[in-house]
């Protein structure tokens, strides 16, 4: 079973394509917004990607070019628009794949089931599988099946919270999450009055992964915004 994001913010255009998405063995994950299509992203196992150009807080275009930046999978742009421009846009920025609102069901299934036969046909997809079993910056590296953490090839031993703290922020490189969204997203909880327990939490994570935690070479702060994991 291939697992079909589709991203909308017209809710009854996603439940008009989940009827019939599910009806070919697809399991779909919905996101009404680009925001909301990157965190399922980064919790799910995805194949391709159905991507509204039009959505609020991030709109298809700039959520296609953050995905385009660490993963290869299939991304078809729908739009209600149809001069060619967009289209250009979109395929230039990485989309696979275009259509334009109104469209037939039965299109769009087949442009998707295309897709991925094309996308399977070409060993992207155990390719990239295999990649994202690794997530690196430099010399750290967590491999997120058998949920070891290395620094320059050595086994650096971290608890359960530390483990997920870490996979969020290198799954993230270069993006600076708040004390409130690392708790949220880790933790599971709504926070509130947390910045002492995600403190602590990282001030130990620098302890084992930096050779001197006061000048941290991964784990950086973004004084007043939050933490990152530095690409390097």
């Given at each position: 079973?291939?697992?079909?994001?589709?991203?909308?913010?017209?809710?009854?255009?996603?439940?008009?394509?989940?009827?019939?998405?599910?009806?070919?063995?697809?399991?779909?994950f919905?996101?009404?917004?680009?925001?909301?299509?990157l965190?399922i992203?980064?919790?799910?196992d995805?194949?391709?990607?159905?991507?509204?150009?039009?959505?609020?807080?991030?709109?298809?275009?700039?959520?296609?070019?953050?995905i385009?930046?660490?993963?290869?999978?299939?991304?078809?742009?729908?739009s209600?628009?149809?001069?060619d421009t967009d289209k250009?846009?979109?395929?230039?920025?990485?989309?696979?794949?275009?259509?334009?609102?109104?469209?037939n069901?039965?299109?769009l299934?087949?442009?998707?089931?295309?897709?991925?036969?094309r996308?399977?046909?070409?060993g992207?997809?155990?390719?990239?599988s295999?990649?994202q079993?690794?997530?690196?910056?430099?010399?750290?590296?967590?491999?997120?099946s058998?949920?070891?953490?290395?620094?320059?090839?050595?086994?650096?031993?971290?608890?359960?919270i530390?483990?997920?703290?870490?996979?969020?922020?290198?799954?993230?490189k270069?993006r600076?999450?708040?004390?409130?969204?690392?708790y949220?997203?880790?933790?599971?909880?709504?926070?509130?009055?947390?910045e002492n327990?995600?403190?602590?939490?990282?001030r130990?994570?620098?302890?084992?992964?930096?050779?001197?935690p006061?000048e941290?070479?991964?784990?950086k702060v973004?004084w007043?915004i939050?933490?990152?994991i530095e690409?390097?």
């Amino acid at each position: 079973m291939y697992n079909i994001l589709v991203a909308d913010d017209d809710k009854e255009i996603v439940e008009s394509i989940e009827i019939y998405l599910n009806n070919e063995g697809y399991k779909v994950f919905k996101a009404y917004d680009g925001l909301e299509a990157l965190d399922i992203l980064m919790r799910e196992d995805i194949h391709l990607i159905l991507m509204d150009i039009m959505m609020p807080k991030l709109d298809g275009i700039k959520a296609t070019i953050k995905i385009r930046q660490d993963k290869n999978i299939p991304i078809i742009l729908v739009s209600a628009k149809g001069e060619d421009t967009d289209k250009i846009l979109g395929l230039n920025i990485g989309a696979d794949d275009y259509i334009t609102k109104p469209f037939n069901l039965l299109e769009l299934i087949a442009r998707v089931k295309s897709n991925l036969r094309r996308y399977m046909n070409l060993g992207n997809f155990s390719n990239e599988s295999l990649q994202q079993d690794i997530l690196k910056s430099g010399g750290l590296e967590l491999n997120t099946s058998t949920k070891e953490v290395k620094v320059d090839g050595l086994n650096v031993k971290v608890t359960p919270i530390e483990y997920r703290i870490l996979e969020l922020l290198l799954r993230n490189k270069g993006r600076v999450f708040s004390i409130d969204e690392i708790y949220e997203k880790v933790w599971k909880e709504e926070s509130f009055n947390v910045e002492n327990t995600v403190a602590v939490h990282i001030r130990r994570i620098r302890e084992k992964i930096e050779i001197n935690p006061k000048e941290p070479r991964y784990l950086k702060v973004v004084w007043g915004i939050g933490y990152k994991i530095e690409k390097i």
